[in-house]
């Protein structure tokens, strides 16, 4: 990843890729706290657009709120960067990591003369989960670890901290032969992916579980404004996990993963054991809206 061509945004400046490096006194990689976010940009009709980067931008400043971190630029300055990093690496499709973290001016936890930076850094990455899968779907297990208890680090924060629990059951899933985890929450109802939000189908309606153990997610919002526009039924709900073994059809979102369906859970067929019609027909549809291919929701895209 990091002997390559490019150059990455650092602190208000462009530098090159393998000069974007810290110290390993830097106070983020010892103990997690800090923010960051996944977006994604698509090549439309018009050029490469962004999408929906300033609910991402939005998204970080409330996960910088929650730590109590203070990001140094505005929020129109970093939108601007993210376009950048997408125009100067010359790239027509792309996914684009942002950070806030604590910087190496001090050490323990009690650090309080810490400065915050942030980087920018964006390159190709394909299908998250395989492209096959996307009209296959994936195998996925009930993982052995607990979602992050909402009062033990905050679920409404995208914090570098958090995807300890999500590592951990990400590892045992492909250890054991699965392509993904499905985390419950501490009371037993299924609660997210290892880095993606939860949708079932049954009967014709759409269920999701409702954020208070998940992350907001920003491809979970758009998938439930463009269903309901397609005048289907969505409900946030408590979801148990035989329901998910008797659903009709399931699948996870994410800006990494897109819309990508899930066949089976802890070795249940769900449904046909294949994507499901409403799946594919929400997959489109996203696929759609970010390749810039539908009239409606241009708000949603940010042109580099
Ligand atoms: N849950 C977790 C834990 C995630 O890491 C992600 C990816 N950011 C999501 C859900 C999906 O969020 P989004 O659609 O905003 O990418």
New binding site residues.
Partial sequence: MDDRDGLIWLDGKWVEWREAKVHVLTHTLHYGAGVF???RAYKTEQGTAIFRLA??TD?LFRSAKILNMTIPYAKEELNQAHCEAVSKNNLETAYIRSMCFYGSEGMGLRADNLQVHVMIAAWQWGAYLGVENMERGIRVRTSSYTRNHVNSTMCKA?ANG??IN?ILALQEALATGYDEALLLDHEGFAA??????LFIVRNGKIYTPETTS?????????VITIAREQGLEVSEKRITRDEIYVADEAFF?????EVTPIRELDGRSIGNGTRGPITEKLQTLYFDYVHGRRADHQEWLSYV
Avoid: F, P, Q, V
């Fill in positions: 976010e996944g977006l609910e991402h998204r995208k958090n995807y999500s997210e992916g290892s880095g993606e939000n998940a992350l907001e997610g920003i491809t979970r919002d758009t979102t994410g800006s990494a993963a």
